[in-house]
């Protein structure tokens, strides 16, 4: 088969799902696609509506894929060559187990971010209240709040989101997931919230932290991630000089701050918090053994 476009030399009728998921991983992995045969697996089962595993299990037993179906599917393989987020072409993005939608206007909530926001689902599970108040800062999608919300479903959670855009992606996605618990606000951090001065149990934030200079490696990243979600100041520690001083108004004594962060960032933000008066603050590794989050004490 040639690499060219879906149905080269299938003819008109139907095509092994196999040969077509190789056609479509090898043109994506001359695109520079690292996980080529994962993103063709996923465009072709959100063509026929097939989980991945049982698209593997289709191809395992010589299922086809027909005509109209590889014409439907074209499209979307040359978006993804052209290195268009797989998110945004499918149209939603898997967030612990939640699948939340995402396009162009929010940043697409990455694997990392999961491993963060267990943190405060913790540290929330452990506390005596009957409802502990929760607050996500820059919420984007809402990836970070609607899990607190889920998971830990006798807490209070509050989400902020100051752009338009990723507000309301974030608005879509509390009325899918429908947690009665949660609460979406739209504003700026410096100024919402006052009413919860002092009473907030766990305040978690995945601010802007690239620095001004620096060029995101990733095309998807940056060609696509709007970039009032990715880049932080000269530094990219502006948001989160902000928001240490905003928790110290609104974090309860005893509360916790849960910051993510860059993986050189972790020794300039425990400064910043130690500075403006938080207690112990201590920075994690991701699951790749990169300085990932920054917690602290109020």
Same mark, same amino acid.
Do not use: C
């Given at each position: ?7 080269a ?22 695109a ?28 395992i ?5 027909g005509?109209?179906?590889?014409v ?29 939608f ?8 990455r694997?990392?971010?999961e491993?963060v ?15 502990p ?5 820059g ?8 899990a ?8 209070r ?13 974030a ?25 919860l ?6 305040l978690?934030?995945? #601010? #802007?932290?690239?620095?001004a200079r620096a ?7 940056r060609?696509?991630?709007?970039p009032?979600a ?8 502006d ?12 974090v309860?004594s ?11 960032q972790?020794?300039?933000i425990r400064?910043i ?7 112990t #603050? ?10 990932r989050?920054?917690t602290?004490v109020?």
């Open positions: 088969m040639t690499h060219e476009s879906i149905d030399d299938s003819g008109a009728g139907a095509a092994p799902l196999g040969a077509v998921r190789d056609g479509v991983e090898a043109r994506l992995a001359a520079g696609i690292a996980d080529a045969r994962i993103d063709a697996e996923l465009l072709i089962g959100h063509v026929l509506g097939l989980g991945r595993g049982e698209l593997q299990t289709a191809i037993l010589d299922r086809e894929i005509a109209d179906d590889r439907t599917l074209e499209p979307l393989v040359a978006r993804r060559v052209l290195r268009e987020p797989l998110q945004h072409i499918l149209g939603t993005a898997p967030f612990r187990a939640m699948e939340l995402v396009g162009p206007g929010v940043f697409v909530p694997p990392e971010t491993q926001v267990q943190y405060a689902i913790d540290a929330l599970r452990v506390l005596p209240d009957e409802a108040i929760a607050i996500d800062l919420t984007g999608s809402g990836a970070i709040a609607l607190m919300a889920t998971e830990v479903p006798n807490a959670v509050f989400a902020l989101e100051k752009m338009d855009a990723a507000h309301a992606w608005a879509r996605n509390f009325e899918k997931i429908g947690a009665s618990n949660a609460t979406l606000v739209h504003g700026d951090m410096a100024e919402a919230f006052t009413e001065h002092g009473t907030v149990a766990v978690i934030s995945n #601010p #802007p932290y690239i620095p060029i995101p490696r990733d095309i998807e990243v060609e696509y991630d709007p009032t990715l880049f932080g100041g000269e530094d990219g520690l948001l989160v000089r902000v928001i240490s001083r905003r928790g110290l108004d609104l309860r005893g509360g916790t701050l849960i910051l993510e962060h860059g993986e050189l972790g020794e300039a400064a918090l130690a500075s403006d008066g938080w207690r #603050p201590a920075t994690f590794p991701d699951f790749t053994l990169r300085d989050v920054t602290a109020r």
